[in-house]
């Protein structure tokens, strides 16, 4: 019993000072998740979530390739086309260390949804 406690709390200090050393997950928001064709979209990252960070590489398109690779962490994009798009942000931070996250924007006219009542 001690020793799953103990497992336990060096788990959990391991993880505090992991987040403590590199942020307590990194984030990001564009300016909208529903843009037009040709909108430009300007994606913020939280920098309290990054300390540390020394680039930020984004992947626009969803195929797992970096499409910019900027130290700003603050970026413009413009979409050429309707759809649903999956970006992703990967932060490398001083020690090396990658950490991504991704959220979906669609790209032109949302469809609509009705609700009707029975």
Same mark, same amino acid.
């Given at each position: 019993?001690?020793?799953? &406690?103990?497992i336990t709390?060096g788990?959990? &200090?391991?993880?505090w000072?992991? &987040?403590a050393?590199?942020g307590?997950?990194?984030?990001?928001d564009?300016t909208?998740y529903?843009p *037009?064709?040709?909108? *430009?979209?300007?994606?913020?990252?939280?920098e309290?979530c990054?300390a540390? *960070?020394v %680039?930020? %590489?984004?992947d626009f398109d969803?195929?797992g390739?970096s499409?910019?690779?900027?130290?700003?962490?603050?970026?413009?994009?413009?979409?050429?086309? *309707?759809?649903y798009?999956?970006v992703?942000?990967?932060?490398?931070?001083?020690?090396g260390r990658v950490?991504?996250?991704?959220k979906?924007i669609?790209?032109?006219?949302?469809?609509?949804?009705?609700i009707?009542?029975?």
């Open positions: 019993m001690k020793r799953g &406690l103990l709390l788990g959990a &200090l391991l993880l000072i992991g &987040l050393a590199f307590q997950g990194i984030d990001f564009p909208t529903n *037009a064709v040709g909108e *430009a979209v300007t994606f913020s990252v939280c309290a990054t540390g *960070a %680039e930020y %590489e984004w969803g195929d390739v499409d910019l690779s900027s130290s700003d962490p603050f970026v413009d994009h413009t979409f050429a086309a *309707a759809g798009e999956e992703t942000l990967r932060v490398v931070g001083s020690d950490t991504a996250r991704r979906g669609l790209v032109g006219k949302s469809p609509l949804i009705g009707r009542r029975v």
